[in-house]
């Protein structure tokens, strides 16, 4: 298939995708929490959360974590569209930063994000690149290998849930074989926690965490 054809199959995908999957907003202290970034130092940094729904995780970075984030969303071409598709209460932080913050939140799609090489520190990933993209083998490994272009070397992107109980899927163990014989990355599995305070309750989940060498 020729090269053109590849890209309007994964746009086509990713479009079908997007249209079917769920919309969430898991609240950015939770995903702080699962990516273990608390006493991480962000002040000026970089970051990157992909497929962020209407997650405040964002405006948590920026806010409490003073990084300079950027959120990418295949819906943010229509976030009132967006809004009401949501299964989650927005949080009115979520409401407030796409007021006071609109140019964190950019119209893109994971396979193809809008951003130059190498330009963030960090990258994050929840419910997105795994748990929507990885329905489909060729879309999820071109996501994935989308995210760890624009991580400068020495960047991590973080990707959960990492083969979890939660949403049946055959192909993450073969995504992540896939992307270490590429030969530009280490990637670990770590078993993190989600809590969620309303249901009283911590879940184990997993994440994968990659690390660009060169
Ligand atoms: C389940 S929600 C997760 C939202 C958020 N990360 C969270 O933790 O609640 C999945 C989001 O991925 C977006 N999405 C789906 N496919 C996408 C794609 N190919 N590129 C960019 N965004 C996509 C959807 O619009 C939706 O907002």
Not at 64 to 69: D, F, Q, T
Not at 84 to 105: K, N
């Amino acid at each position: 298939m020729a090269l053109s054809e590849l890209a309007l199959l994964r746009q086509h995908l990713a479009l079908s995708f997007a249209a079917e999957c769920p919309v969430t907003g898991t609240s950015g202290e939770k995903l702080a929490r699962l990516y273990e970034i608390d006493d991480v130092n962000l002040e000026g940094v970089r970051v990157l959360d992909i497929c962020s729904g209407v997650s405040d995780f964002a405006e948590y970075l920026r806010v409490k974590k003073r990084a300079v984030p950027s959120a990418v969303d295949i819906g943010y071409k229509d976030m009132a569209r967006l809004i009401t598709r949501s299964e989650s209460q927005v949080s009115p932080a979520f409401l407030r930063s796409i007021a006071d913050a609109s140019g964190m939140y950019v119209y893109g799609q994971a396979h193809s994000l809008p951003f130059a090489d190498g330009i963030f520190k960090y990258a994050f990933s929840f419910n997105g690149l795994l748990g929507v993209t990885d329905q489909d083998h060729d879309l999820a490994m071109a996501s994935l290998r989308d995210a760890i272009r624009v991580i400068g070397v020495g960047g991590v992107l973080q990707v959960a849930p990492y083969d979890d109980q939660f949403v049946p899927r055959g192909y993450q163990p073969h995504l992540f074989e896939e992307l270490k014989r590429d030969g530009n990355v280490s990637v670990q599995e770590v078993n993190s926690r989600l809590y969620i305070p309303e249901a009283g309750s911590i879940y184990a989940v997993k994440k994968a965490v990659v690390t660009k060498l060169h």
